[in-house]
């Protein structure tokens, strides 16, 4: 089945916060510029998906959401499909997205001044969330080493102070697309084991990576951590359903499920019937589009990686895994204030600043790529031409 990526939808005015909030965000006018910020995709999700919002449109009736068996037994289906991992129904534990999750659990595993630690730069939410909860941030900062982020444990251990309770990983990593090895993982969970650090492992982006790597679910490669870890999945970055706000903590130790459920019934958290309905779908039905869609975001990593390594002083970090590319602007002597001008008022395109993700980021912008082929090809084109000065 042939599924449509370059198809012009016309995001504006859909209350879209990539399209809709571009100007007031970055000053980037949505009629003449391009959305390449947040990471959500240009493209609607399996054709299944859509059907089941039609049909729940025609039968018209929006009650509570009961029973979410069939939930449970999609996400199952889709780990073991995808990923060889077995998880059991009572393992699973639902959010509102996993910013949510996140938010949970530092209130689960950690008091008011304990710290959490985050490899950075990374995903800008997670140190939000743990300003906001109150806990002390611990920013561990990747090194980068031929071309891709590592993260330096000895040094990490060096900084400790036996106050951090909590270690908030991502993998696939968000910014700079690194799956992480066996090896790695491993690495990482001896070292909560030996410090005592609950371990929340997001792993939104497990499904989009790039042949040949490979993602490693941290649950299956170290499986005598489970007693301190809980994984984050959901398909929101997969199948592009940020909006449905459906995410799940999955943990085999009934004891962390214990504390995890009171959070979450402290909350009165409770499901969004139609999110609950096209996430099981598109887990269930969504196989070959992803297939699909992997293939034109790695040609459209290609056109852009390729494109923005030719400005003299600009270098595409090469990702692995996510449709974000992360792009240092270093090695053109410039303030960031100087090539964020160029790309924003200059090339009228919106990206992420590199600084919103941490220690590490300042120099860089993040590009999201997922988006139809012309608008990589007319990007690419607008940021030569921005630093044409420079070639
Ligand atoms: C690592 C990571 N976790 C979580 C999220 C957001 O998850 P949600 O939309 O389910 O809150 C993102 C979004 O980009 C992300 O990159």
Not at 202 to 231: C, G, M, Q, Y
Not at 268 to 274: A, D, I, K, W
């Amino acid at each position: 089945m042939d599924f449509d990526f370059d198809a012009v939808i016309d995001r504006v005015g859909t209350y879209s916060s990539k399209w809709d909030t571009m100007q007031a965000k970055y000053g980037v006018s949505p009629d003449t510029g391009i959305a390449m910020w947040v990471a959500d995709m240009d493209f609607p999700p399996p054709p299944a998906v859509n059907e089941v919002v039609q049909q729940a449109a025609l039968h018209g009736v929006h009650g509570y959401f009961g029973d979410d068996t069939d939930y449970r037994q999609a996400l199952i289906g889709w780990m073991q499909r995808r990923h060889d991992w077995h998880v059991e129904p009572d393992w699973i534990i639902n959010a509102h997205g996993l910013c949510n999750a996140i938010g949970i659990c530092l209130q689960a595993f950690s008091a008011v001044g304990d710290g959490v630690i985050i490899f950075s730069p990374v995903y800008h939410a997670f140190a939000r969330i743990i300003k906001a909860n109150d806990r002390q941030l611990v920013e561990s900062p990747l090194v980068e080493r031929d071309g891709r982020y590592h993260m330096d444990l000895a040094k990490l251990e060096t900084m400790l102070t036996g106050n951090e309770k909590i270690l908030l990983f991502c993998s696939p990593h968000n910014p700079g697309g690194r799956v992480w090895d066996k090896q790695e993982l491993a690495e990482l969970a001896g070292f909560c084991e030996k410090h005592d650090l609950l371990l929340v492992s997001d792993e939104v982006h497990n499904d989009l990576v790039f042949a040949p790597a490979k993602h490693t679910v941290l649950a299956k490669a170290v499986p005598d951590i489970s007693h301190r870890l809980v994984t984050l999945v959901a398909t929101t970055k997969t199948f592009n359903l940020a909006g449905t706000m459906i995410g799940s903590m999955v943990t085999a130790n009934a004891e962390l499920r214990r504390k995890i459920v009171r959070v979450a019934a402290a909350y009165g958290t409770s499901f969004n019937r139609l999110g609950m309905m096209m996430t099981q779908t598109a887990w269930r039905t969504g196989d070959a589009w992803l297939q699909a869609l992997l293939l034109y975001l790695a040609e459209n990593r290609r056109i852009f990686e390729d494109g923005v390594n030719q400005i003299a002083g600009v270098k595409a970090m090469s990702i692995d895994a996510t449709y974000l590319c992360w792009v240092n602007f270093a090695d053109t002597g410039m303030s960031s204030d100087e090539f964020i001008r160029r790309v924003e008022a200059g090339a009228q395109i919106a990206a992420n600043h590199g600084a919103t993700f941490g220690t590490g980021g300042a120099s860089f912008l993040r590009f999201n790529i997922a988006c139809r082929r012309a608008h990589v090809h007319d990007a690419v084109a607008r940021l030569q031409d921005a630093f044409s000065d420079l070639q």
